[in-house]
């Protein structure tokens, strides 16, 4: 369907979210890196994790005071090849950015490196870490926890978080192979971006307490909250589907995110104590970086990646389809598309970003005013 919502140039929504940031207590070369990774998923046409959530996951946190704006990172504990971190419940994107960094340098001199982070926040996409390593060659991989949504396969209570198991691999196209997907069938922001639209969430992908199939966006939102809905995992309810394949690997991102630095788990990442009570979410990350040079070299690597990709495009089409796609190629061609316009942006969007100028008072006017 073609685009009805108005744009906004990435330069004008880009300072405006550092701007924002800034006036809400964040470090502006902090607020330049936050601000560039909600618009990398705008960018790739991930809107789920975009400015959608700049005010609602991001600065409304820092009001109530579960995401402190300044992000004091601890090194607990680094080896030639290793980095653990403590976000001390700063800006997961800040943390994950200079992991990334000295990951980089690592892997670069000893041709593997590997890090954790915890009592961190939400650090955005996790393909924007990966990507990190990808554009200079190296595989980049990483997970997230997060707030307690999936329910175990043959479960109804939300035990584990969507937790993304993301790959970047570099190869000799214009864009690398990114698989940047949760491990649960549908992802809450998806959900929240649904509720902001006014429409349902497909059914099969999240589950009441009685085990019932839910589809009523905000009300799923509010009963993920109240720990009374669950996501199913990737492949859905039972064995006859593969569901537990999704909760297996759900489970190796909670034990690498948690158990790598120390962290917290499932429950823990609530963000309420035992009173219901808001607290830190105390999130945990972890991030690895090979390079091929240290294998075979880049250039087979690349190769090899990108042969393998135009193989399974050029293979043979279901009846009805034209286009088969590897991951990350979707995501290239929204940028394509989205380059010289900017960022789209629906009436709820629209309506936050006026709030939080009048709010502060940034010298902003927007096209769609």
């Known amino acids: 369907m073609p685009e009805t919502r ?8 880009g300072a405006f979210m550092k701007d924002a940031f800034v006036a809400y207590g964040v470090p502006a070369e902090d607020a330049e890196i936050c601000a560039d990774v909600l618009m990398e998923s705008d960018r790739r046409g991930i809107e789920s994790h975009g400015c959608n959530r ?14 402190l704006p300044v992000t004091e990172i601890e090194i607990l504990k680094e080896t030639p090849t290793t980095l653990v971190m403590d976000a001390h419940d700063g800006m997961g994107m800040v943390a994950s950015h200079k992991m990334m960094q000295r990951l980089i340098e690592k892997a670069k001199q000893y041709g593997m490196a590997g890090g954790a982070i915890r009592n961190s926040t939400h650090y955005g996409i996790a393909g924007y870490w990966t990507n990190m390593a990808s554009k200079e060659g190296l595989i ?3 997970g997230t926890n997060a707030r307690p949504s999936i329910a175990p396969t043959f479960g109804v209570e939300n035990m584990l978080g969507t937790n993304p198991l993301t790959f970047s691999l570099p190869t000799d196209e214009e864009f690398p192979f990114c698989i940047d997907c949760a491990t649960s069938i549908m992802q809450r922001g998806k959900v929240e971006y649904y509720a902001r639209q006014g429409k349902d969430t497909p059914p099969g992908t999240v589950i009441s307490q009685d085990g019932e ?19 199913e995992p990737l492949g859905g309810k039972g064995d006859e589907l593969a ?12 034990i690498l995110s948690a158990a790598l630095a120390g962290g917290s788990y499932m429950k823990g990442l609530s963000g309420k104590d035992a009173d219901g009570n808001k607290q830190m979410y105390h999130l945990g990350h972890f991030f690895f970086v090979v390079d091929p040079v240290a294998f075979m070299g880049l250039d087979t690597f690349r190769k090899i990646a990108g042969d393998i990709c135009r193989q ?17 190629e979707k995501e290239y061609e929204a940028w394509l598309d989205r380059r010289d316009k900017g960022v789209p942006v629906g009436e709820s969007v629209q309506r936050d ?10 010298p902003y006017h927007f096209d769609f005013e």
Do not use: C
């Open 6 to 13: 108005p744009y906004i140039p990435w330069e004008t929504i």
């Open 140 to 142: 980049g991989i990483s």
């Open 54 to 67: 700049f005010k609602p996951i991001y600065l409304d946190r820092i009001k109530n005071g579960t995401l």
């Open 312 to 328: 399974l495009r050029a293979s043979k089409k279901m009846p009805g389809y034209d286009r088969i796609y590897t991951a990350g």
């Open 243 to 254: 569901g537990y394949k999704g909760y297996g690997y759900a489970t190796v991102v909670e």
């Open 353 to 362: 970003l006026i709030a939080i100028r009048d709010e502060k008072n940034l």
């Open 213 to 231: 199939t839910l589809t009523d966006s905000s009300q799923i939102l509010e009963m993920l909250s109240a720990g009374t809905a669950s996501f």
